[in-house]
C-alpha cells in the first residue's frame, strides 16, 4: 500500500520568502507528526496532530511556522519569510493512533538561500 | 514525552560483528520503540517494545527494556554492510515521540 508522501523532494528559496510543504499520510492514521532535522541531527518534534487539531505544536520554533490539517488527511507546513537557519529537511510521519508506531515520509530537503 | 539518549554516538564494526547500541531516558513510558535512517532517507520503524517486556526479537534484532534503570539497548547479530545507518530510540510516553541524536552505525565489509 501507498506510504506516507512528502512534495516537494527539494525546495530552494530565497531568504524572506514563503514556502509550503506537503504531507500526504497513510489513509486511515489520524495522527500525524512535523519534524525538522538538521545534519548529523535526530529529528526536531514540530507539531503533532490528532485529527483536524493540533494537539501539541509546542516545538515550532517561532511564529513564523504554521501548520494546518483542515480536513484530518493532508496538512501542509507553512514557513513564512524564511531564514537561512530554516534550511533542513522537513519529515512528516503519520500513525495509526498515538503513540504507536510512526510510519515517515521521505523528507522534503528545504534551502534557503 | 522525554527524549531518548544513545550510546555511543559513533560505532564501527567490522561486518559478521554484532553492533550493540544503549538508550537511556528520564520518566516512565509506555513503550519504546528503534528506528533506522539510512544516509539522505526517511526513518524506518525497527521495533516497539512496551513497558511491561523485557526482551524481545525481531531477524538479526534484539532489544532489551529495563525499566528499573529506564534503559534500553539494540543488539544486532552479524552485521552487514547494508546495516550502515543511524540508529535512534524513542521512548513514548503518551502521545509525541521525541528523538534522541542517535547512533551512527559503520560496517565495514
Known amino acids: 500500500g501507498a506510504g506516507v508522501s512528502q512534495t516537494p523532494s527539494n525546495k530552494v528559496t530565497e531568504k524572506g520568502k514563503y514556502v509550503e510543504l506537503r504531507c500526504d499520510p497513510i489513509?486511515?492514521?489520524?495522527?500525524l507528526y512535523w519534524y525538522r532535522q538538521s545534519l548529523g541531527q535526530g529529528p526536531e518534534f514540530l507539531i503533532y496532530f490528532q485529527g483536524t487539531g493540533a494537539a501539541d505544536d509546542s516545538g515550532l520554533p517561532n511564529d513564523r511556522f504554521f501548520a494546518v490539517r483542515p480536513e484530518g488527511s493532508v496538512s501542509t507546513l507553512k514557513i513564512q519569510r524564511t531564514e537561512r537557519g530554516d534550511s533542513a529537511v522537513y519529515l512528516c510521519a503519520s500513525s495509526l493512533e498515538p503513540p504507536g508506531v510512526q510510519n515517515f515520509g521521505p523528507g522534503t530537503r528545504l534551502t534557503v538561500l | 514525552s522525554q527524549q531518548g539518549e544513545e550510546d555511543p554516538q559513533a560505532l564501527s564494526i567490522q561486518e559478521g560483528e554484532n553492533a550493540t547500541m544503549n538508550c537511556s531516558y528520564k520518566t516512565s513510558i509506555n513503550n519504546l520503540q528503534w528506528y533506522r535512517q539510512n544516509s539522505g532517507r526517511g526513518l524506518v520503524h525497527l521495533i516497539l517494545i512496551r513497558s511491561n517486556e523485557r526482551e524481545k526479537h525481531s531477524g538479526r534484532l534484539r532489544v532489551t527494556l529495563d525499566t528499573s534503570k529506564k534503559s534500553s539497548s539494540l543488539l544486532i547479530t552479524a552485521s552487514r554492510a547494508a546495516d550502515t545507518a543511524s540508529y535512534f530510540c524513542a521512548p513514548t510516553s503518551y502521545d509525541k515521540v521525541i528523538f534522541g541524536p542517535g547512533t551512527s552505525l559503520s560496517v565495514i565489509p
Open positions: 489513509s486511515g492514521h489520524t495522527a
